[in-house]
């Protein structure tokens, strides 16, 4: 049914990331937003109508994240990026079944949604069970089953499994069409050139994203740099970026490497949390923004995070780059929570998402004010509240959560599956997996 909903702010993410007091936002039968403003110019409605405590925000966007790690959470934390995949990660996650995939992404699913993120750009095998998993807890998941080279698999298999399944079902599907398929090609340093460019022209062809990672770490791609001058010269060169492409990380960037993801469109997820936990870098964001390039924000997995909380790296993605810059100026709270709102939308190349405006799904989060950082009150100038938010309250007060119209999170818990046997089975997995 249509819903009104009637909040004491609305933060609707629209370019100057203004605040409309005594607001509402209306859903139609169809989980899409009809009518975003103040109470007071509101049309008429006879729908039913919900009246919130605190602030009404966007549903966050995470444009990077390989959820189902959740079983492999805290394994090898204090190894570098090419060591812990190769010593931990790979060959922990060659003993998963395809229900253990599921198992790790319904918790990473209901662990994103606790705190109001409500899209999540996945690279992970298993797709199907990936699928399965966000339908059930009621979120929203951009699918990108890993084209790669690893011992017993075969990329021409797995690309031709993908195009077989867009084929088949479409690239969005679902409730609310919550679920999008694409493709994901893994890096320049794990496919090769044949790869990648079969993959670039089979998700052309469709329309589909591609998610790949570029440049994370200084040691992982040398000889493809010494080849081909860069890796986003040999990406661009192979035809990867003439349709949607996400390039994931691209910390190691010339300013030729940036020009290229601006004349070509390509979309970027930053991952600082990761990034600085492995000691992969610090992205250029500064001059990424300045290209006009489009910036979302990412968890990466949460094996090397370690949690799913993008605000955490809305936080990390202003403080780091005002050390990087030695300017505390150069990205406001305004900024990250652009990047982890429309930003995350457009780096992944949906109009449909991330912004509370007329024709996009109604992916809404209610913060909620019980907290020492939200003491002053409501009753403060706007950007002193936006900085409550971002900076003191995080995801702290995140109760509720609707995905296309349908709530989904009730105060602070899922209404679809319930969390806690969901940890149990992750427990018992988890278990299994490191014996």
């Known amino acids: 049914m249509s819903r009104r909903f009637h909040a004491p702010v609305v933060l609707p993410a629209d370019p100057s990331c203004s605040l409309l007091r005594d607001a509402v936002v209306d859903v139609d039968d169809a989980g899409r937003i009809s009518f975003v403003g103040p109470a007071s110019s509101a049309p008429e409605f006879a729908g039913e109508e919900t009246r919130l405590t605190g602030i009404l925000v966007p549903g966050l966007v995470n444009a990077h994240a390989h959820s189902p790690m959740t079983l492999l959470r805290g394994m090898g934390g204090d190894l570098p990026l090419l060591r812990w995949l190769r010593e931990i990660i790979w060959p922990t996650e060659a003993k998963l079944k395809p229900a ?42 951009l699918v990108a089953p890993p084209v790669i080279e690893l011992p017993g698999m075969d990329w021409r298999s797995t690309l031709a499994a993908i195009d077989r399944w867009i084929d088949a079902d479409g690239l969005r599907f679902g409730p609310g069409e919550r679920i999008e398929l694409g493709y994901g090609p893994h890096s320049a340093y794990m496919l090769n050139p044949d790869g990648l460019r079969a993959t670039a022209e089979s998700a052309a062809a469709r329309g589909a994203l591609v998610q790949i990672h570029v440049a994370e770490a200084a040691a992982e791609d040398v000889e493809q740099r010494k080849e081909h001058g860069s890796v986003p010269k040999l990406l661009d060169s192979l035809g990867m970026f003439n349709g949607r492409t996400l390039a994931a990380h691209a910390i190691h960037l010339s300013d030729e490497d940036i020009a290229i993801f601006a004349a070509r469109g390509v979309g970027m997820a930053h991952c600082p949390g990761s990034n600085a936990k492995l000691a ?31 605000w955490e790296e809305l936080q990390l993605t202003a403080m780091l780059a005002r050390l ?24 992944l190349g949906r109009d449909d998402l991330g912004v509370l405006e007329p024709g996009r799904w109604a992916d809404l989060v ?11 009150g409501l009753d ?19 109760r509720d959560v609707w995905v296309a119209g349908e709530q989904v999170v009730a105060d602070a818990e899922p209404t679809r599956v319930d969390r806690r046997e969901i940890q149990a089975t992750v427990a018992d997995t988890a278990a299994r997996l490191r014996a």
Do not use: C
Not at 105 to 126: D, K, Q, W
Not at 282 to 307: E, F, Q, W, Y
Not at 380 to 398: F, K, M, Y
């Open 366 to 376: 209610h913060v909620d004010l019980d907290d020492p950082a939200f003491a002053a």
């Open 380 to 398: 403060v100038p706007d950007e002193q509240l936006l900085a409550n938010l971002v900076w003191a309250a995080g995801s702290r007060r995140v």
């Open 280 to 310: 992969s870098g610090i992205a250029r964001i500064k001059d990424l923004r300045a290209a006009g390039v489009a910036i979302g924000l990412g968890t990466d997995g949460p094996a090397s995070n370690d949690d799913i909380d993008l």
């Open 100 to 141: 253990d995939v599921r198992t790790g992404m319904l918790l990473g699913s209901v662990e994103m949604l606790r705190h109001g993120v409500t899209t999540s750009a996945e690279m992970y095998f298993e797709g199907e069970q990936l699928v399965d998993a966000v339908l059930a807890t009621g979120g929203r998941v």
């Open 324 to 347: 990087a810059n030695d300017d505390s100026t150069v990205v406001t709270a305004k900024d990250v929570f652009l990047m982890a709102t429309r930003g995350g939308a457009e780096a």
